[in-house]
């Protein structure tokens, strides 16, 4: 069994990770390592060449100095693509790994998600901050390599001299050091530019979302000044970003480079004293070039890690939201159809008939539906809902989905063939599909699509009309087929005579399987077997919507619905 998510932290999330593809990470360290220790050899061979080549005039030694260089070039040309190749692998395992968790919870979590962090905010993460993660371990080969070298390099300078040694093994510890001044605000600004970003993302997606409603009331204006005023923010503190990133590379350049030049001038005079021979200098310039790349590539990796760590701290953000339920139940749902009880209302929905619940506070109604659906645990701790004799939440979450289905008042639909967006199963035939389109009054919307079923329908089918997109859910509520089903407020987009036409087939439709409809449609009322009557959550009357009409609340409710 896959252990579970680590999300106590973002360091131990960044962990568990990288243990998902130890593998994969492991080659790289190996083809990094020995990509940069065959770098850094190559100054030895070359000092080697010059002493006891050409100042001893052993052309045999300079002949296997100059082989073992073009092997060492050899050795570095095939790692260095294997190494690139792995670390590439690497950054979009871990990437594609944290957009597919929270794919994951995101489909799993339920209305809980929504709640605590904005759309907007969930698609910077999955797009930004993911690919920020991945980052750390494309870095984790060059890495290795870096600080395998840099040992290697130290114990070869020693061997020449053990000041210049002491140099180094305190030098490039001391010019990282530095380096950390730059990198404090770096990590500062890059966090209040992710926060910054989020919130742009969150403000463009309530404007695409909104954008038909805005252009009717001629209000886009407002979105767009508010999506300009968050953006400018954005930039500003990107600039200020981008800023800390100049200073980083420049001191970085700065450091290095000077201490390059006194590692050199150190090599010189010990040269000129006799200490040393011309190829140990030579040699020795050769290290004080390379060491540059270690150190590079260490303040590389601090940056890239401050950038993973800010990111995977808006991950696990999303990954520890606790989900609207818990799939923990064990217990087999009821084999029969049975009565469905909401103990917080007095609620009872008979099996196999057709129900409908009015109440003057729509919200409650709704809330109903949710509760009888279980869509989130938090409305059924003080009272849960009964499936004749089972509380669900002790039935697993497939079982009840499968049998009880809920369609909310403003349903999503998503892109792809509409006879997919219908039947997201396939389990009807395309003679089922149109019996239902007929009988949601939906075949108009057919007619005017040239390709019919196979009509590609655009993200949240904004091809379609209000009243349209709603009897397209409908009708996939309808092919559901579901033992029962829970329709809030099916028909509010819709015209009146399109309505009186749906309540005219519902009955028929649903005959024999158990139906709740959240309404105060007086068409739809009249087309029942029962309605029940909610006043401050709870039921107060039963009865046939002619019967209860004589009650002046019910009467003034569903009056306000006309």
């Not at 190996?30 to 770098?39: I, K, Y």
């Not at 190829?279 to 020795?284: A, D, F, M, R, T």
């Not at 890690?305 to 217990?331: N, W």
């Not at 409908?356 to 539906?369: F, G, I, M, Q, R």
């Amino acid at each position: 069994m896959a252990k579970p998510t680590e999300v106590r932290s973002p360091s131990r999330y960044l962990i568990w990770l990288g243990l998902q593809q130890l593998p994969s990470l492991a080659a790289g360290v190996l083809f990094g390592s020995l990509w940069l220790l065959a770098q850094a050899l190559m100054p030895l061979l070359l000092g080697w060449a010059i002493d006891f080549g050409v100042n001893a005039q052993n052309w045999s030694l300079l002949l296997l100095s100059a082989i073992g260089m073009v092997f060492l070039g050899a050795v570095q040309a095939i790692f260095a693509v294997l190494r690139h190749r792995i670390a590439v692998s690497n950054w979009l395992q871990a990437s594609f790994r944290s957009v597919q968790l929270i794919g994951h919870k995101i489909s799993r979590t339920g209305a809980a998600l929504p709640k605590a962090i904005s759309t907007g905010e969930l698609v910077n993460t999955a797009a930004s901050d993911a690919t920020r993660i991945g980052q750390i371990y494309d870095l984790t080969a060059r890495l290795s390599g870096a600080v395998l070298s840099y040992a290697l390099v130290s114990i070869l300078i020693w061997q020449i001299s053990w000041g210049l040694g002491v140099t180094v093994l305190l030098g490039v510890p001391v010019c990282c050091a530095l380096l950390l001044f730059i990198i404090r605000p770096l990590q500062a600004r890059q966090r209040e530019q992710r926060e910054m970003a989020g919130k742009m993302t969150a403000v463009g997606a309530d404007t695409v979302a909104g954008l038909r409603v805005l252009r009717g009331i001629g209000g886009e204006h407002i979105f767009v000044s508010r999506y300009r005023e968050r953006s400018q923010q954005t930039r500003f503190s990107g600039n200020k970003v981008a800023r800390s990133v100049a200073n980083l590379e420049g001191t970085q350049l700065l450091v290095t480079g000077g201490f390059s030049v006194l590692f050199t001038w150190l090599g010189a005079a010990m040269a000129l004293r006799g200490e040393i021979s011309t190829g140990q200098l030579i040699s020795l310039y050769g290290f004080s070039v390379f060491l540059v790349t270690p150190v590079r590539i260490l303040s590389e990796t601090v940056s890239a890690a401050i950038r993973g760590y800010v990111g995977a701290r808006k991950t696990i953000a999303v990954l520890s939201t606790p989900p609207a339920y818990q799939d923990a139940g064990q217990t087999p749902a009821p084999r029969q159809p049975a009565v469905l009880r909401d103990t917080a209302s007095g609620a009872v929905i008979q099996p196999g008939r057709l129900t409908a619940v009015v109440s003057s506070v729509p919200a409650s109604s709704a809330e109903l539906a949710e509760r009888l659906g279980r869509f989130d645990d938090a409305l059924l701790e003080a009272n849960p809902v009964f499936w004749g004799d089972l509380d669900t939440r002790t039935i697993g979450i497939p079982d009840l989905r499968s049998r009880i289905v809920l369609s909310e008042a403003d349903p999503q639909l998503f892109s792809g063939p509409l006879r997919e967006l219908l039947d997201p199963e396939a389990r009807n035939s395309d003679q089922r599909i149109l019996q239902i389109l007929e009988d949601a009054s939906s075949l108009d919307i057919l007619d005017g699509l040239e390709e019919g079923l196979d009509h590609h329908v655009t993200e949240r089918g904004r091809g379609f009309s209000g009243g349209q997109r709603q009897r397209l859910a409908l009708c996939r509520a309808l092919l559901s087929d579901a033992e029962t089903l829970l329709l809030v407020e099916p028909t509010s987009a819709v015209d009146a005579h399109t309505e009186a036409r749906i309540a005219a087939k519902l009955p028929a439709v649903r005959a024999g399987k158990t139906t709740l409809l959240v309404t105060a449609s007086p068409l739809l009322l009249g087309a029942v077997d029962e309605v029940l009557f909610m006043i401050d959550g709870k039921i107060s009357a039963r009865g046939s919507h002619r019967e209860l009409l004589q009650l002046p609340d019910y009467r003034a409710v569903v009056i306000r619905g006309e």
